[in-house]
């Protein structure tokens, strides 16, 4: 079991060297992440609504390395709605600091990330969604992001580690994505000990969020980078799936807590090596009735019936995983084709009752027709092409209707049986 763990910050050193600090106990060094860049810090965190103690070591961090502390402003809410991104530029605007930190869970990072790049170099999200937009502007105009320091506060998304933020439109129940390098944080943290606060549905959500990115970039990998890959995906879902449980059970358990943040880390530390694909998509579209965690949670395994052609050598991997836990029959192992796919499928339901969670889309209150008519409307949308191309079995927007439709109602029912392989 500490060889496991081992292997896990193994990894994260390999990913992120020096500019990553990470373990339990470590939310004093904040200051030292941030006072290379300048001595005006603009703070931007709830942090202080959850503890006080905590609130205390960042700002008594921060100043005596130096950096006047401005704030702190109010972070986003959960799903970065667009609205809290254009308060955060006028608060950068206003503030005209030489660093952001910004202490808070997924969305909160994702949400300063994206309210720097505005403050910086204008115009509104829809201008940066998609691919390497915002270094396109930074080169055309010369101008540079604001250093970014941050510091998790969830075992979830692995925000403060990667290129990617998500920005919801709550008008339109529709989430999109900034995919650039320009955007990864220079600096980060994360005292795994600050996840103790997380709320028992926060924890399920942020486990399967780290899940998905595991599972998708493994599905995705190509022969090039396949045992990185491998050794990446395979950590971080036993350090997942080996934790949730204990950490549902009692929250202060570090041990769990500590596992469930290399676990989830290492699913950030996946998703820069490869892409999400399918059930992030179907996510971004249910954002108005399902936590994104969850959404990921319902759908992959009914994706992973579908890639089953294309991932053969990934599910004999991953069922030995899943056998490991009880959550598949003992000779599932022994199985091939579509059959492996339905076993390690299964596995991923029963780990989802386990933990009381939905495994069909009927029974989540508010789901109707009109999900599936944006879910499919967005999968043809050009901002979004990117997860269609990254799944093991690729589609263009001309498949969508006949392949992911068909994804869609089985997800919807429970009924492998209904996924059309191509």
Same mark, same amino acid.
């Not at 959850?50 to 986003?76: C, D």
């Not at 608060?91 to 930190?101: G, L, N, T």
């Not at 339901?349 to 599936?372: F, K, M, V, W």
């Given at each position: 079991?500490?060889?496991?763990?081992?292997?896990?910050?193994?990894?994260?050193?390999?990913?992120?060297?020096?500019?990553?600090?990470?373990?339990?106990?470590?939310?004093?060094?904040?200051?030292?992440?941030?006072?290379?860049?300048?001595?005006?810090?603009?703070?931007?965190?709830?942090?202080?609504?959850?503890?006080?103690?905590?609130?205390?070591?960042?700002?008594?961090?921060?100043?005596?390395?130096?950096?006047?502390?401005?704030?702190?402003?109010?972070?986003?809410?959960?799903?970065?709605?667009?609205?809290?991104?254009?308060?955060?530029?006028?608060?950068?605007?206003?503030?005209?600091?030489?660093?952001?930190?910004?202490?808070?869970?997924?969305?909160?990072?994702?949400?300063?990330?994206?309210?720097?790049?505005?403050?910086?170099?204008?115009?509104?999200?829809?201008?940066?969604?998609?691919?390497?937009?915002?270094?396109?502007?930074?080169?055309?105009?010369?101008?540079?992001?604001?250093?970014?320091?941050?510091?998790?506060?969830?075992?979830?998304?692995?925000?403060?580690?990667?290129?990617?933020?998500?920005?919801?439109?709550?008008?339109?129940?529709?989430?999109?994505?900034?995919?650039?390098?320009?955007?990864?944080?220079?600096?980060?943290?994360?005292?795994?000990?600050?996840?103790? *606060?997380?709320? $028992?549905? /926060? %924890?399920?959500?942020?486990?399967? +969020?780290? &899940? @998905? =990115?595991?599972?998708?970039?493994?599905?995705?990998?190509?022969?090039?980078?396949?045992?990185?890959?491998?050794?990446?995906?395979?950590?971080?879902?036993?350090?997942?799936?080996?934790?949730?449980?204990?950490?549902?059970?009692?929250?202060?358990?570090?041990?769990?807590?500590?596992?469930?943040?290399?676990?989830?880390?290492?699913?950030?530390?996946?998703?820069?090596?490869?892409? *999400?694909?399918? $059930?992030? /998509? %179907?996510?971004?579209?249910?954002? +108005?009735? &399902? @936590? =994104?965690?969850?959404?990921?949670?319902?759908?992959?395994?009914?994706?992973?019936?579908?890639?089953?052609?294309?991932?053969?050598?990934?599910?004999?991997?991953?069922?030995?995983?899943?056998?490991?836990?009880?959550?598949?029959?003992?000779?599932?192992?022994?199985?091939?084709?579509?059959?492996?796919?339905?076993?390690?499928?299964?596995?991923?339901?029963?780990?989802?009752?386990?933990?009381?969670? $939905?495994?069909?889309?009927?029974?989540?209150?508010?789901?109707?027709?009109? =999900?599936?008519?944006?879910?499919?409307?967005?999968?043809?949308?050009?901002?979004?092409?990117?997860?269609?191309?990254?799944?093991?079995?690729?589609?263009?927007?001309?498949?969508?209707?006949?392949?992911?439709?068909?994804?869609?109602?089985?997800?919807?029912?429970?009924?492998?049986?209904?996924?059309?392989?191509?």
């Amino acid at each position: 079991m500490k060889q496991l763990k081992k292997s896990a910050q193994a990894l994260l050193l390999e990913f992120k060297g020096k500019s990553y600090v990470f373990g339990v106990g470590c939310l004093d060094k904040v200051g030292e992440l941030a006072s290379p860049f300048g001595k005006k810090a603009l703070l931007i965190t709830n942090i202080r609504a959850r503890s006080e103690k905590e609130f205390s070591v960042i700002i008594q961090s921060l100043e005596q390395a130096g950096n006047e502390v401005i704030g702190p402003v109010q972070s986003a809410r959960p799903n970065a709605p667009q609205e809290d991104v254009l308060r955060l530029v006028e608060e950068i605007k206003r503030a005209h600091p030489d660093c952001i930190v910004v202490v808070a869970g997924g969305s909160g990072i994702d949400a300063a990330k994206a309210a720097n790049v505005l403050s910086v170099l204008g115009g509104d999200c829809e201008d940066y969604f998609g691919v390497g937009r915002v270094t396109q502007k930074v080169d055309s105009i010369g101008r540079s992001l604001i250093p970014l320091v941050a510091v998790q506060t969830a075992s979830c998304s692995a925000a403060h580690l990667t290129k990617y933020s998500n920005i919801t439109n709550v008008q339109k129940s529709q989430k999109k994505l900034m995919a650039d390098e320009a955007i990864i944080p220079p600096k980060a943290l994360f005292d795994y000990a600050l996840a103790r *606060t997380m709320p $028992p549905s /926060l %924890t399920v959500d942020g486990a399967f +969020d780290g &899940l @998905s =990115h595991c599972l998708e970039v493994f599905f995705g990998a190509s022969e090039a980078n396949f045992s990185k890959v491998q050794k990446i995906a395979e950590t971080g879902l036993e350090l997942i799936i080996r934790s949730v449980e204990k950490a549902l059970g009692d929250g202060e358990n570090i041990e769990a807590r500590e596992d469930l943040g290399l676990g989830t880390d290492l699913g950030g530390y996946a998703i820069m090596v490869g892409g *999400t694909s399918g $059930p992030h /998509l %179907t996510s971004f579209s249910l954002v +108005d009735i &399902l @936590s =994104h965690g969850r959404a990921c949670a319902i759908m992959s395994p009914y994706f992973t019936v579908f890639f089953s052609p294309a991932i053969q050598r990934q599910l004999k991997i991953l069922i030995k995983i899943y056998a490991k836990y009880g959550l598949v029959a003992p000779g599932a192992a022994e199985l091939t084709g579509r059959d492996l796919a339905e076993a390690v499928a299964f596995g991923m339901l029963n780990l989802a009752q386990r933990l009381s969670l $939905p495994t069909t889309l009927d029974e989540i209150q508010g789901y109707s027709g009109e =999900h599936i008519k944006r879910i499919l409307a967005a999968a043809k949308d050009p901002q979004l092409e990117m997860k269609l191309k990254s799944m093991p079995v690729p589609l263009d927007s001309g498949m969508v209707d006949g392949y992911l439709a068909p994804i869609l109602e089985a997800a919807r029912t429970g009924n492998f049986r209904l996924i059309r392989n191509m």
